[in-house]
């Protein structure tokens, strides 16, 4: 074999790992994003954001909770948009590589997404986030080309705006007339009648729970969206094109830099979260925890999740997980999939269409769930790719976008 040839084969060896290394960690924050969101499954609305709305908060129950607050709470949705950004960029460019406009396959594509995701929000959960992640997507298309210091520093700009929106919120509390205070608390602190309402609802059958599904969904797909999706999944959209460009995201930074990345998360991402959930026990989780409280964590995540690319990368280069790094390939490869399987898994163990276990079950118990739909996922994603090419909804989604059938097995 010529010189040449042997360093094209090294070259796209070396593009193959970096993608697997995408995969691994698209893997990695699919499974600990269920972490969270079973409790929303699992537990009237207000509990995801106020421990204290439902459900026991002592021994096991409240160090699950911590351990998902400090280590999965907004880390993994973090990682998430990161990737997603990093997509933006490598689909791009390998659209561009081919002699195509990579526009009209882009906005194709997160249409079509926007789609699956009101689809998801509406007939499974409210908590989708494809629909956040595509609008994000479209808009942040024409901002791939500019430089990775550029991409950070306005990826922290737009973070920074919804701390801005909470902190200003904030400041208006004590104008609150009683009558506002009354309607927020309804949110924050529902009182037992509304948790029982709430309850009652989602141990009804699927049409029963709709009306709340429908609201909730909206309100993500509007209010929440303009306060804080949007915002936050845009910045760190671009924080992941940049940490793409510059190869942390694919394993191509030194050893240096991923250890760095580890310090900064556990000195200093991980003490502000525990701070923060200091600071929320010391006020009582009462109105400023939803304003005051949640930048805390809110920054601290993106710092974490920094953490967690850098544990991850130094995981892959060690060779230190063996066969489950290609489980967890396998799981990344098939995240859409996956996403979507979770919801159906969890949406027939928790609502009253499935086993009506929603308020049932404590925060300890929804995580040895969370570890069994874990192992059947981890099991499931390399057993479909033996024999089709994409996950099902991934090969429905390039189907879509392409205008026409695609290959559907090896």
């Known amino acids: 074999m010529s010189r040449t040839r042997q360093a094209c084969r090294r070259a796209d060896q070396g593009a193959t ?45 409240l160090a699950v909770w911590l351990t998902g607050h400090v280590l999965a709470d907004q880390k993994m949705m973090a990682l998430f948009a990161m990737l997603f950004g990093a997509g933006i960029v490598l689909s791009a460019e390998r659209t561009e590589a081919a002699g195509k406009r990579a526009w009209p396959l882009h906005s194709r594509r997160y249409a079509w997404l926007i789609l699956f995701g009101i689809a998801h929000a509406y007939l499974l959960w409210y908590g989708d986030i494809l629909f956040t992640f595509a609008v994000c997507a479209l808009v942040l298309f024409p901002l791939r080309h500019l430089a990775p210091s550029r991409q950070l520093a306005l990826g922290v700009v737009l973070l920074a705006v919804t701390s801005l929106l909470f902190l200003a919120f904030d400041a208006t509390v004590p104008a609150w007339s009683e009558a506002d205070r009354q309607t927020f608390m309804a949110e924050w602190q529902p009182s037992a009648t509304q948790l029982a309402g709430e309850v009652e609802r989602y141990r009804s059958g699927w049409w029963q729970q709709l009306p709340q599904r429908a609201e909730m969904a909206f309100e993500m797909q509007t209010f929440t969206l303009l306060i804080w999706g949007l915002w936050r999944s845009a910045g760190l959209m671009l924080i992941g094109m940049a940490l793409f460009r510059w190869g942390i995201l694919t394993g191509r930074a030194s050893r240096r830099t991923y250890l760095s990345l580890l310090a900064v998360a556990l000195l200093l991402g991980v003490p502000t979260i525990l701070y923060g959930v200091h600071w929320n026990f010391a006020n009582a989780w009462g109105p400023r925890s939803m304003f005051v409280g949640t930048q805390f964590n809110y920054w601290g995540s993106v710092l974490v999740a920094f953490g967690w690319v850098s544990v991850v990368m130094l995981l892959l280069r060690a060779n230190a997980i063996g066969r489950l790094r290609l489980r967890l390939a396998a799981v990344g490869r098939t995240a859409l999939s996956q996403y979507i399987l979770q919801s159906v898994i969890c949406s027939l163990i928790f609502y009253g269409h499935g086993l009506g276990m929603f308020g049932h079950v404590e925060r300890s118990g929804q995580m040895l769930m969370v570890m069994g739909i874990w192992l059947l996922q981890l099991w499931l994603a390399p057993l479909w790719l033996r024999h089709f090419r994409y996950g099902p909804l991934e090969w429905l989604w390039r189907s879509l976008t392409r205008g026409q059938r695609q290959p559907w097995r090896h």
Not at 24 to 42: D, E, K, P
């Open 17 to 61: 790992a970096r993608i697997e290394a995408l995969d691994v960690l698209r893997g990695v924050a699919l499974l600990g994003i269920l972490v969270m969101n079973v409790q929303a499954f699992a537990m009237p609305q207000a509990a995801y954001l106020n421990p204290t709305a439902w459900g026991r908060l002592e021994g096991i129950d």
